[in-house]
């Protein structure tokens, strides 16, 4: 019988941490990794027994990979700190753990919360690679949403487990406001170029393949705002890839010579609008 590490990363995270390592007791360690938090983070990865690790933040993917490597059991379950395995998955886990799995990974669904509310099961839920046979894989090196990739068979798990990253709409903005610019660098290694078609096309497309297609509608509000904001996160890539283009042409003073300065805005600072 395998044993099963249960890996996290954490950098702040006190109020979802609680929920997050009271959810893993059914494995055989908990090994967190944390880049040096100043809140209750540790207090709490302690008062649960983890193995706890810490150095400066590696980027996504590197750090994940660095907690991976730091685990002592081959199988693992890869976490983010905002995250929760409900009892019906670690159970399902323990059933295909209980023999070497004729696979190299698991994909599991995850459950999301929507601001105020978590959404519908009957949501389109989308799977994750988060158990996986480390002698098999590894984490990608994507700046943003770095994922583990493995060689072999990726089988699905029934049960859910939770994200709680996303209280409100203004930490979702926020978020998706930092990937799209963290993506950016990606774009342009792999030599991706604007696109009029696709900024003009894909993001009304992406919002109805997560609203209707996704099954956002039975969200209520939650779920249309989510879609919304889902596709001005498309549209905020393909327009940041477009505004580097503009910079990298012209620089960074647009204005000719003998245009009038900007304009200011009584009682505010004299900062460029």
């Known amino acids: 019988m395998p044993k099963l590490s249960a890996v996290v990363t954490t950098l702040n995270n006190a109020k979802t941490l609680e929920a997050c390592l009271g959810s ?17 983070t540790l207090e709490i990865a302690r008062s649960h027994g983890c193995r706890v690790h810490q150095h400066e933040f590696l980027g996504y993917g590197a750090q994940k990979q660095s907690a991976v490597e730091k685990a002592t059991h081959d199988w693992i379950l890869l976490l983010d700190a905002d995250e929760a395995v409900s009892a019906e998955l670690a159970d399902e886990i323990g059933r295909h753990l209980q023999h070497e799995p004729d696979c ?11 601001f105020w509310r978590m959404c519908s099961p009957h949501t389109a839920l989308n799977h994750h690679l988060r158990l996986f046979d480390r002698r098999r894989g ?3 090196n994507m700046p943003v949403h770095a994922a583990p990739k493995v ?36 774009k342009l290694a792999r030599g991706k170029r604007f696109s009029a078609l696709s900024v003009l ?21 939650g779920g249309f ?46 900062t460029p609008i």
């Open 24 to 40: 893993l007791g059914f494995a055989d360690e908990i090994v967190l990794l944390d880049s040096f938090s100043s809140d209750q």
């Open 104 to 114: 190299a990974g698991f994909a599991l669904p995850r459950l999301e919360q929507l």
């Open 138 to 140: 590894g984490l990608s």
């Open 151 to 186: 060689d072999g068979r990726v089988r699905k798990l029934n049960a859910v487990f939770y994200h709680y990253g996303e209280p409100d709409i203004h930490s979702k903005v926020a978020k998706i406001n930092a990937y799209s610019s963290g993506l950016l660098g990606d």
């Open 201 to 221: 096309f894909y993001p009304p497309f992406f919002f109805f393949k997560l609203y209707v297609l996704k099954r956002n509608f039975l969200n209520g509000w």
């Open 225 to 270: 705002f989510t879609s919304v904001i889902g596709a001005f996160y498309v549209f905020l890539k393909y327009a940041k890839l477009h505004e580097h283009q503009q910079f990298e042409k012209y620089g960074d003073a647009l204005m000719p010579d003998n245009a009038p300065p900007h304009p200011r805005l009584d009682g505010l600072p004299d």
